[in-house]
């Protein structure tokens, strides 16, 4: 497997590394956020006269959402962790080592999904 009309290894690198730091951002803001959305719906439940369960639901959805996302996050991170450190192994290689083809396919696939400008760049 060819990579897409090659690379360079002195930008890919930091971009990768800067990725792993923006993954590591938005996943902070999504768990602070999270916390957030507990209390509201610890707060719909506890009301006394008619407890708001559908809001809460809905929230409850919303929270779990996020929850997913940041494991994905934290996915991704791993993963460009991983192409980082392996740099000196595709650079010395025709075509993409086998063990690392899903991950590039994996940043591949998910560049388009999240919102890391540095993952579009890779």
């Not at 956020?33 to 809001?55: M, V």
Request: net charge neutral; proline share 5%; aromatic share 4%.
């Amino acid at each position: 497997m060819n990579l897409f009309g090659g690379y360079k290894a002195s930008k890919l690198k930091p971009q990768l590394k800067m990725a792993v730091t923006r993954f590591q951002i938005a996943a902070n803001k999504k768990s602070a956020l999270s916390k957030q959305q507990i209390r509201e719906i610890a707060t719909l439940l506890a009301e006394k006269p008619n407890p708001k369960e559908e809001k809460a639901r809905i929230k409850a959805e919303s929270l779990i959402r996020d929850d997913n996302t940041v494991e994905a996050y934290e996915i991704l991170q791993l993963t460009c962790d991983l192409l980082a450190e392996r740099i000196n192994l595709i650079t010395h290689s025709r075509e993409c080592p086998p063990d690392l083809v899903s991950s590039v396919s994996t940043l591949i696939w998910a560049s388009t999904m999240v919102d890391i400008p540095e993952l579009i760049e890779v």
